[in-house]
T-cell receptor, first 117, second 114 residues
């Protein structure tokens, strides 16, 4: 149980275009989903937290107009990178938690590698 | 604020060697502590956790004990295998602003050679 999937696993896009990444909780309802960014050889940096049906809370320094997050249902959150630039190339990981599964654990997706050319 | 400090890698060990990866933390309140593992090209997987002082988390031969007095959560394994080669992240979580927030260490890469 507690499986989180991400789609796509890899995406290459041209500079100036937008790309959408999906995060799904497959066997539980995710009341909260988190989006992280991981730079090479570095730790995960929390970008934003989203609760189903409400606006995402962005961490300091993260442009909310560039990284659009939608948590439309209890099993789906999307991250859209708008007007992508090469510096947006990174590994994006989502995680999800459910109050029913305990307050302290997040379940992570496998990640999406974005390359902007 | 909250922070997690891990020993820098990479750590290179021979198969069947003893492993220790140090982790210390600073946190407000009463954090839960975690070790996550990331295999090449994959996302994070929870390896083990401890939610209160003196708890010991264990999984797949790995262990870590929540030491409040030393604010540490060191990861240990008695005999590593080549398949344990991965990046290991120490993390803590606290409840803040009504939701859980996880802080990760910088990760320690482990290389096990046959």
């Amino acid at each position: 149980g507690a499986v989180v999937s991400q789609h796509p696993s890899r995406v290459i896009c041209k500079s100036g275009t937008s790309v959408k990444i999906e995060c799904r909780s497959l066997d539980f309802q995710a009341t909260t989903m988190f989006w992280y960014r991981q730079f090479p050889k570095q730790s995960l940096m929390l970008m934003a937290t989203s609760n189903e049906g409400s606006k995402a809370t962005y961490e300091q320094g993260v442009e909310k107009d560039k990284f659009l997050i939608n948590h439309a249902s209890l099993t789906l959150s999307t991250l859209t990178v708008t007007s992508a630039h090469p510096e947006d190339s990174s590994f994006y990981i989502c995680s999800a938690r459910s109050e029913g599964r305990g307050a302290y654990e997040q379940y992570f997706g496998p990640g999406t590698r974005l390359t902007v050319t | 604020g909250n922070s997690v400090t891990q020993m820098e890698g990479p750590v290179t060990l021979s198969e069947e060697a003893f492993l220790t990866i140090n982790c210390t933390y600073t946190a407000t309140g009463y954090p839960s502590l975690f070790w996550y593992v990331q295999y090449p090209g994959e996302g994070l997987q929870l390896l083990l956790k401890a939610t209160k002082a003196d708890d010991k988390g264990s999984n797949k031969g790995f262990e870590a004990t929540y030491r409040k007095e030393t604010t540490s959560f060191h990861l240990e394994k008695g005999s590593v295998q080549v398949s344990d080669s991965a990046v290991y992240f120490c993390a803590l979580s606290v409840i803040g602003g009504g939701y859980q927030k996880v802080t990760f260490g910088t990760g320690t890469k482990l290389q096990v050679i046959p």
